[in-house]
């Protein structure tokens, strides 16, 4: 208030305004120090004028700039800026006003990730919150969304771990919609992991949220002629899945894929490599996964609108195995400080590199790191199946929740 009292008295004392005038204007003297002082005036005026323009113009330029940055979006530039704000560089901190949605009163949510429905006691988990270093991801505002999302089109393709965000998201954007019977499975389909296509509508807003069954993103055939008898099947490296026509036209577009390039999923299962007509049996899971990265991103370079379709691709997310050789299951009551090497992973180095060659506009979600602290977050035997525990899977609510509220900040910054 100082400041602007000096301020205020300085042009004052300029302009000549306060000052008392005791002489007479009726003496021809007056009036030439009255012309004198209205030039001085106009000389001040026209000073201050394109000062003033600057000031005001600046101030408006300036305003919804700062306006956003106290609400949490100026401060993350994603793409343009990474080192301003990486929203992947954070840590987990306890917040009570999380879950945001209740599992069992969401349809949508698989009877298997629901962790409380299923028996789990213990609550922690649910209250974390994604903290980045730099900056603040804008608090989930479920009625802004579902405007921003209407008319659109939102597609998952991937595998399971695809189908869990998917399914958070319905579930997050249903605690907005009053008339729940408005939000359906256009196909009648329960939620399972044998269904190739899901597509909910949230009719009110003329908007589906779809998820496409695609493990591994290229084209998966079986016994291919001519091949040695160990051979069942074949991953055609050069050849984006049969059903990727499907996933164009959309307004936002997430892919996943890693949790299936193990040998187990592969080799141990008589799936092999294919380039061409060729089967390569000795190509390695990470020189294959590279290429069908490749191949990938020569199909988003191809058939993406840019115009219209937001890419995203979200990296691997690590699991919490006691011990690998014996599937040893141990979820932890809190998230854990040291992550022991799970902050990693080949795929999203792949990922990264693939991704940053393209030309498309492309955004990695990359919560390999975010992920890998909450061993406290997964399923476990809390899935239906206790003998069968699952240190891969999240419940929900959990951990995807937070991988859509970065999603979704995303489209509110660059909308």
């Not at 939102?154 to 408005?182: A, H, P, Y």
């Not at 499975?185 to 949230?202: C, G, P």
């Not at 199946?385 to 929900?396: Q, R």
């Amino acid at each position: 208030m100082s400041t602007f009292n000096r301020s205020k008295s300085i042009n004052q004392r300029t302009l000549g305004v306060g000052t008392p005038r005791t002489a007479s204007f009726g003496s021809p003297r007056v009036k030439l120090a009255s012309v004198s002082q209205w030039f001085r005036w106009l000389f001040v005026i026209g000073a201050l004028f394109p000062f003033s323009i600057a000031i005001a113009g600046g101030y408006f330029y300036l305003l919804p700039s700062l306006t956003q940055a106290f609400q949490g979006f100026g401060t993350s530039k994603f793409n343009d800026s990474m080192d301003e704000c990486n929203l992947f560089d954070g840590n987990w901190v306890s917040d009570e006003r999380y879950p945001l949605y209740n599992a069992s009163e969401c349809p949508f949510a698989e009877q298997g990730f629901n962790c409380l429905g299923n028996g789990r006691r213990d609550e922690d988990y649910l209250r974390w919150r994604w903290k980045p270093k730099r900056c603040d991801i804008p608090r989930f505002n479920v009625h802004e969304i579902l405007e921003r999302l209407r008319n659109k089109r939102v597609v998952f393709v991937g595998d399971s771990m695809s189908r869990t965000q998917w399914e958070s998201l319905i579930c997050l954007l249903m605690t907005g919609v009053e008339d729940k019977n408005s939000v359906y499975e256009v196909n009648n389909h329960n939620i399972t992991k044998r269904i190739r296509f899901l597509s909910v509508r949230f009719n009110s807003f003329n908007f589906t949220v779809e998820f496409f069954r695609s493990v591994f993103l290229v084209q998966h055939v079986w016994m291919p002629r001519h091949v040695p008898r160990r051979v069942r099947s074949t991953l055609k490296l050069d050849k984006l899945d049969d059903i990727s026509n499907q996933w164009v036209n959309s307004d936002i577009l997430i892919f996943n894929t890693g949790h299936w390039w193990v040998p187990e999923k592969l080799f141990e299962t008589g799936c092999y490599f294919q380039v061409a007509n060729t089967v390569r049996l000795g190509m390695s899971i990470p020189v294959a996964f590279r290429m069908a990265l490749d191949t990938w991103a020569s199909w988003v370079e191809k058939m993406i609108d840019t115009n219209r379709t937001h890419v995203f691709f979200r990296s691997y997310e690590p699991s919490h195995w006691s011990e690998q050789s014996r599937r040893l299951c141990n979820v932890t009551n809190l998230p854990i400080s040291e992550v022991g090497g799970k902050n990693g992973s080949v795929f999203s180095d792949t990922i990264l590199e693939v991704v940053k060659n393209l030309t498309v506009p492309t955004t990695v979600l990359h919560v390999t790191s975010m992920s890998a602290f909450r061993s406290d977050a997964h399923v476990g035997k809390w899935n239906g199946n206790p003998s069968i525990p699952d240190c891969s899977h999240w419940c929900l609510p959990g951990v995807p929740d937070m991988w859509n509220e970065i999603l979704l900040s995303y489209l509110l910054s660059h909308s």
